[in-house]
């Protein structure tokens, strides 16, 4: 009873967050074409027109490729579940074998190798097309493939013994399985926060100590005046990838690094990268990577709390096309992780703007942090820079924003700017 009651439900979610998807992006579409003409007049001096335009046909295009993907992502969300496609992968993989941990395992993997097949057409096409045309793309595709076995690897090597973990304790520690989950999970998320910056980047990049003494000095100076203390300052080779500049922050405690991109380094003036790094120390004596990583924290409490009351729910399997027990007595725990992951985004997408809610007012924190401490008339050239670099809009349509931006829109931050440099 209650799993036609679930599916009708998990098919009316799908419509409606597909519904609001294609709407805002629409919304979006045509927000940037009518506003494509003349730049805004507050950049009418910074920003060329043809920049203008660039950005606002970038943005057409990957939101137009965005909508496709959408609606294929839809389609094969429905092919594994309500279609039948996880229940016979899952028959295959208990056919090969033959039931127990090597089944639980085996279903998760086929399940991520045949997703990742599935999204390999589309993430080529966005680099060696959309970027492509852009401009933006400096990937070779032996670079491509030697980055999706990299990601294979790696994924493998740090996934499967966490899987491993999370699957033991659901079959054998009882009723609170999710609790320790979460222990493991937490200690997981904490221990990759040290291995990323140190183990796992580095596979992808190479970072090497900023050798520029003069802007060395100049962030030093800025890193006492706020009273921070860093292991060390890293330029990363972005380009290598792409032309899209980035400035970021990683580790922590002792770990903490800051690392440049070297096409942001190219581009900004020295007093611009020291406010984009003001700003970037903003977000951390604010106390906001402390709080995102609370948040995150509870959040996944909650849900695997949730998990642990589904995975018990026939209706749960049922309701999404699957057997809940493999053959009698024996746990479909896998197909319940994978089910969970699938569709939980189904739920949750139309929470979208409560988070970049509380993510954009750290954004203005971190703006007036860095006005306090710098030049905010040098944030607002290199955030111009930037925004042009990138060829981000300057007229995103407000809905659009509100739900997907995790940044507020450049005129926004850059009014806010001015109102702090103007007596
Ligand atoms: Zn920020």
């Known amino acids: 009873m209650y799993s036609h009651a679930f599916s009708i439900l998990f098919v009316s979610f799908l419509a409606l967050t597909l519904l609001v998807r294609f709407w805002l992006a629409s919304r979006h579409i045509r927000h940037v074409l009518s506003h494509r003409a003349a730049v805004p007049a507050e950049f009418a001096e910074k920003i060329p027109l043809a920049a203008h335009q660039k950005a606002a046909d970038y943005t057409v295009a990957k939101t137009k490729f965005g909508m496709l993907t959408m609606l294929v992502n839809t389609a ?19 056919k090969l074998s033959g039931g127990g941990m090597g089944y639980q395992l085996g279903l998760i993997v086929a399940f991520a190798l045949l997703s990742g097949l599935l999204e390999l057409p589309f993430d080529y096409y966005r680099q060696f097309n959309l970027e492509q045309d852009f401009g933006f793309n400096k990937m070779s595709k032996a670079l491509f493939l030697k980055d999706l076995l990299t990601n294979t690897v790696v994924g493998a090597a740090i996934g499967l013994p966490l899987v491993w973990v999370v699957l033991t304790l659901m079959e054998k520690s009882g009723e609170l399985w999710w609790l320790y989950a979460w222990f493991v999970w937490s200690g997981f998320q904490l221990l990759m926060m040290v291995l990323f910056p140190t183990v796992i980047a580095p596979l992808f990049n190479k970072f090497t100590p900023l050798a520029d003494e003069s802007l060395k000095s100049r962030i030093e100076g800025l890193m006492q005046r706020v009273g921070f203390a860093s292991k060390g300052l890293f330029v990363m080779d972005g380009s290598k990838r792409s032309a899209h500049g980035n400035a970021y922050f990683s580790g922590f405690g002792a770990n903490k690094r800051i690392v440049f991109f070297d096409t942001l380094l190219s581009r900004l003036a020295p007093q611009e990268i020291e406010a984009v790094l003001a700003h970037e120390l903003g977000h951390f004596k604010l106390k906001h990577i402390i709080k995102r990583i609370a948040m995150m924290f509870a959040v996944s409490l909650a849900f695997l709390a949730l998990l642990g009351f589904l995975k018990n729910q026939v209706w749960f399997f ?5 057997a809940p027990l493999i053959v009698p007595g024996q746990s479909n725990d896998g197909m319940a992780l994978i089910l969970f992951m699938l569709t939980l985004p189904v739920f949750t997408f139309l929470f979208g703007p409560l988070t970049s809610l509380s993510s954009r007012k750290h954004e203005f924190e971190a703006d007036a942090f860095a006005a306090h401490h710098t030049d905010a008339r040098d944030l607002v050239s290199a955030l111009v820079k930037m925004y042009e670099d990138n060829a981000s809009t ?3 349509d407000p809905l659009h924003s509100a739900f997907y931006d995790s940044h507020p829109p450049a005129s926004v931050r850059i009014r806010q700017l001015n109102l702090a440099v103007a007596p």
Do not use: D, R
């Open 318 to 322: 049922t309701g999404l096309g699957v």
């Open 76 to 94: 094969i969300l429905i092919g594994f579940t309500l279609l039948g496609g996880l229940q016979w992968l899952s028959v295959e993989v208990y």
């Open 394 to 396: 300057l007229t995103p």
